[in-house]
Nanobody, 126 residues
Framework: QVQPVESGGGLVQPGGSLRLSCAAS????????MGWFRQAPGKEREFVAR????????FYSDSVKGRFTISRDNAKNTVYLQMNSLKPEDTAVYYC???????????????????WGQGTQVTVSS
């Protein structure tokens, strides 16, 4: 079992950058596939990015591909989301989630993930 805790959110101008971190408690962090989702006001929670257990494979939504980079450091039990060229439409609460790999749902489906953090607010505005 892991408990993700996000940090690094804040207010940034359009075109700026932020790096989100997600520290996960527990000795089994490296056995989880990790993902990032986001939820804007009045909208459904949507998939952003996903990284394999070793970090060798990554997946992104079309809306962030080429601008965001997900990475992980298993020695530090931490997953990161580097966000560049931020746009106002990136404004949302960003959530970190852990997937034990049951495989019942497609990886973009929030039901694929077993553990969730509380979220961190990202606001992109001038």
């Amino acid at each position: 079992q892991v408990q993700p805790v996000e940090s690094g959110g804040g207010l940034v101008q359009p075109g700026g950058s932020l790096r989100l971190s997600c520290a996960a408690s527990g000795r089994t962090f490296s056995t989880y596939i990790m993902g990032w989702f986001r939820q804007a006001p009045g909208k459904e929670r949507e998939f952003v990015a996903r990284i394999s257990r070793s970090g060798g494979s990554t997946f992104y939504s079309d809306s962030v591909k080429g601008r965001f980079t997900i990475s992980r450091d298993n020695a530090k039990n931490t997953v990161y989301l580097q966000m560049n060229s931020l746009k106002p439409e990136d404004t949302a609460v960003y959530y970190c989630a852990a997937d034990s790999g049951g495989g019942r749902y497609i990886y973009t489906d929030r039901r694929s993930y077993d553990y969730w953090g509380q979220g961190t607010q990202v606001t992109v505005s001038s």
